[in-house]
């Protein structure tokens, strides 16, 4: 058995979906980055309790040796489209860091794109391969909240997502 985790929620809320641990109207990151009170005069404070988190759940895989069977860990599930990007691409980067620490570097690690995919598909975004390696872009369309949308063919799925919009936002 292998197992990639999944950090599905966040602190005030990475996205405002009920998976998120928040169910509200407005879909927002807005609670994940309040600014009201910064870390280090950069980080939102649930940015930073994020990767404290991060730090203690991959520090006890690592206790518990079980880095050989979680060989994979997502940084943050979902983050919604008005993150700060400068905000989470530093996060991004430190939660690597993090979880490499204490899992290897090797395990595989998967950052949202914030469904907007073209942001991390620029050319510029993890060209380091030291730093990058087995490193993978979780991008997430759905496809299955309308009428249309369900009955679409697997072939209509799949040319939806090869034609999804370049422009950030939610198609």
Same mark, same amino acid.
């Given at each position: 058995l292998k197992v990639w985790a999944n950090m599905h929620t966040a602190p005030g809320s990475q996205n405002g979906f009920d998976n998120s641990g928040h169910q509200s109207t407005n879909k927002t990151c807005e609670g994940w980055m309040d600014n009201t009170t910064l870390?280090?005069?950069?980080?939102?404070?649930?940015?930073y309790k994020s990767l404290q988190i991060l730090d203690h759940v991959t520090s006890k895989i690592?206790? *518990?040796?079980?880095?050989? !069977?979680?060989?994979? &860990?997502?940084?943050?599930n979902e983050p919604y489209t008005n993150c700060n990007l400068?905000?989470?691409?530093?996060?991004?980067?430190?939660?690597?860091?993090?979880?490499r620490k204490h899992m290897g570097d *090797?395990?595989?690690?998967? !950052?949202?794109?914030? &469904?907007?995919?073209?942001?991390?598909n620029d050319g510029k975004f993890g060209l380091d391969p030291q730093k990058y390696h087995n490193?993978?872009?979780?991008?997430?369309?759905?496809?299955?909240?309308t009428n249309d949308e369900?009955?679409?063919?697997?072939?209509?799925h799949i040319q939806h997502v090869c034609e999804a919009p370049t422009e950030k936002g939610l198609s």
């Amino acid at each position: 058995l292998k197992v990639w985790a999944n950090m599905h929620t966040a602190p005030g809320s990475q996205n405002g979906f009920d998976n998120s641990g928040h169910q509200s109207t407005n879909k927002t990151c807005e609670g994940w980055m309040d600014n009201t009170t910064l870390v280090d005069d950069f980080y939102p404070s649930n940015v930073y309790k994020s990767l404290q988190i991060l730090d203690h759940v991959t520090s006890k895989i690592e206790q *518990d040796q079980l880095t050989d !069977v979680v060989t994979g &860990f997502g940084l943050l599930n979902e983050p919604y489209t008005n993150c700060n990007l400068t905000v989470y691409k530093q996060f991004i980067d430190d939660g690597i860091d993090i979880v490499r620490k204490h899992m290897g570097d *090797d395990v595989g690690i998967f !950052v949202g794109d914030m &469904f907007w995919a073209p942001q991390f598909n620029d050319g510029k975004f993890g060209l380091d391969p030291q730093k990058y390696h087995n490193t993978y872009l979780d991008s997430h369309y759905y496809t299955v909240f309308t009428n249309d949308e369900r009955h679409m063919t697997p072939q209509d799925h799949i040319q939806h997502v090869c034609e999804a919009p370049t422009e950030k936002g939610l198609s």
